[in-house]
């Protein structure tokens, strides 16, 4: 058998699967496409993680898009968070290209032009579905860690939301929290210390400081109804093909606080709402990182050691998470000990510091009978990379340099116009991007003092309404409504979600 036979029975033995997969290209020998040798990695681990790396313009991004892509046709919903804000293309069909005709011919695919089916969402004014979260459903845990108190304060912060729970004072917005922060020292300062012990100004006042720094990163349209919920990421189109969420982040980069809250809400919200997975061979979502390393750098401590601990419990969760960044050193050690897809594109060798980024990222990969990694690591072309999945028991496929196809739906961006069509069918859209205000904390302290200020007057006509109203029942059988009130279900649903939220803080801390 000659090397290049060898080669061919390397490779399609080791990406041969019982169940689904999706197809990344052919793999490459000295430099070569060898046509039909496709590299293939299994649905059923997906949800082991994965990496897609390498420098600028060597394909990273199309990697995203021909992952994301072939994910969906098989049903798999993805998730994107678009930090350049280059995916939106994945809405419209390629409309082809010559070059894109030769890469199908060596690789041994058709290429089909489509479209997939996209949600357009945001954390900030720009158009999309509008993610919100209230307060009441981050619960004083995750909120302690967003602002980054001292244990003082999240003793503080934990009996504000005691509080708002005995007295049935929903927690929407910020506005909300600042107002019964403030109540606590100022009007409600007998009745907190007689229930609770003395609250401190000088601590109120530094939770304060901490939300007007969010506040000034858009907090405030971030936190507030309606709230997202997770499951509306799941959706499969009416052809069985999942949705590709695209979350536009490009004002993001100057808002660190605000991504990191976003993330770690969303994170404890799929944890703690997703059930435990069986084995059912498929993840049931894959979300992707595009310029991960923007993030990181960025990140709170709280972000950082929260997706350490959530990569290793959220897989069996079936969600799959993926990192796309210009060196693999970029993710924290403990999360890339963790992958099981890597796909690395070129690194370029300029400086010292390059030469020993290949080192170390070669180092990553096992040397093969067929390839020398560092020396296909500076080699590889736009488009190709160093494949190394996990197969159907776990074990890592065959290392293939690749010939990656391309992605099927559009490589630029939508036009605005095409855009403003997207969002105007978009049924999500509709469901999130209401505004509103409904009577909250804010609002409910406010008549609080008010009254306070007229309590006697009150009280008297309180005690003349009851009279009249005994009477009343007296005559009339009780027509009591069975609607339950919306405030009764904002607290009901936010004391769950955060006795949840305490169980993840506790497992976390293991
Ligand atoms: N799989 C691919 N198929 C076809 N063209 C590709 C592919 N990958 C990369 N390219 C070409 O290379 C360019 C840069 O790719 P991109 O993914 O944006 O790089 P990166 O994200 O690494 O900066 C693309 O605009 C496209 O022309
Ligand atoms: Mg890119």
Redesign the pocket.
């Known amino acids: 058998m000659s090397r290049q036979e060898a080669f061919f029975k390397h490779i399609t033995e080791g990406n041969t699967n019982k169940g689904e997969y999706i197809t990344l290209g052919s793999a490459m020998l000295d430099g070569k496409t060898v046509k039909n040798a496709y590299v293939n990695v299994p649905l059923k681990t997906m949800n082991r993680h994965g990496l897609i790396a390498?420098a600028?313009?060597?394909?990273?991004?199309?990697?995203l898009q021909?992952l994301a892509e072939n994910l969906s046709e098989k049903g798999v919903p993805v998730l994107l968070m678009d930090i350049k804000g280059d995916l939106s293309g994945l809405a419209k069909p390629s409309p082809g290209h010559p070059k894109?005709d030769e890469?199908h011919e060596a690789i041994g695919l058709p290429f089909e032009p489509k479209s997939f089916p996209v949600e357009i969402l945001t954390l900030s004014e720009q158009n999309g579905v509008r993610l919100r979260a209230t307060i009441s459903e981050f619960g004083p845990v995750l909120i302690s860690r967003i602002l980054d108190v001292t244990e003082t304060q999240a003793g503080i912060i934990s009996v504000i939301f005691k509080y708002c729970d005995d007295n049935k004072l929903p927690l929407l917005d910020l506005k909300d929290f600042k107002k019964i922060l403030q109540y606590a020292t100022s009007e409600g300062k007998e009745e907190f210390e007689e229930a609770y012990g003395r609250i401190s100004t000088a601590s109120t006042g530094a939770i304060l400081r901490k939300i007007v720094e969010i506040e000034q990163q858009g907090g405030e349209l971030f936190f507030g109804e309606k709230s997202f919920e997770v499951d509306d990421l799941l959706r499969v189109d009416d052809n069985g093909r999942g949705y590709i969420n695209i979350i536009r982040l490009t004002d993001i980069q100057d808002k660190p606080k605000l991504f990191s809250t976003f993330m770690l809400s969303l994170l404890a919200e799929i944890y703690s709402t997703f059930p435990e997975q069986g084995d059912t061979g498929r993840p049931e979502l894959i979300m992707f990182i595009d310029e991960a390393h923007l993030i990181f750098n960025e990140a709170s401590k709280a972000l950082l050691s929260q997706i350490e601990s959530i990569v290793k419990l959220i897989r069996s969760k079936g969600v799959g998470l993926y990192f796309v960044t210009q060196n693999p050193t970029d993710v924290p050690e403990a999360v890339l000990s963790q992958l099981g897809l890597k796909v690395q594109?070129a690194l370029r060798a300029f400086t010292a510091k390059d030469r020993k980024a290949i080192k170390l990222t070669a180092q990553n990969y096992p040397d093969t009978e067929y390839y020398d990694t560092a020396d296909v690591l500076t080699s590889l072309g736009?488009?190709e990379a160093l494949v190394s999945a996990l197969n159907e028991k776990g074990r890592p496929t065959p290392l293939a340099a690749t010939m990656?196809?391309?992605?099927m739906s559009r490589?630029d961006i939508l036009t605005d116009t095409e855009l403003s069509n997207l969002l105007s069918d978009s049924k999500l859209v509709k469901k999130y991007n209401e505004k509103i205000d409904r009577e909250s904390a804010y609002e409910m302290l406010n008549k609080k003092i008010e009254l306070a200020e007229k309590e006697e007057q009150l009280e008297k006509a309180k005690q003349e309404k009851a009279a009249l109203e005994k009477a009343k029942s007296k005559s009339s059988s009780s027509r009591k409504s069975t609607r339950m009130n919306p405030i009764v279900k904002v607290l009901t649903s936010a004391t769950f979600i955060r006795s949840v939220f305490g169980i993840l803080t506790k497992v976390m801390k293991k």
């Open positions: 390498g600028t313009g060597t394909g990273k991004t199309k990697t021909v894109i890469r594109h736009t488009g990656m196809r391309a992605p490589m």
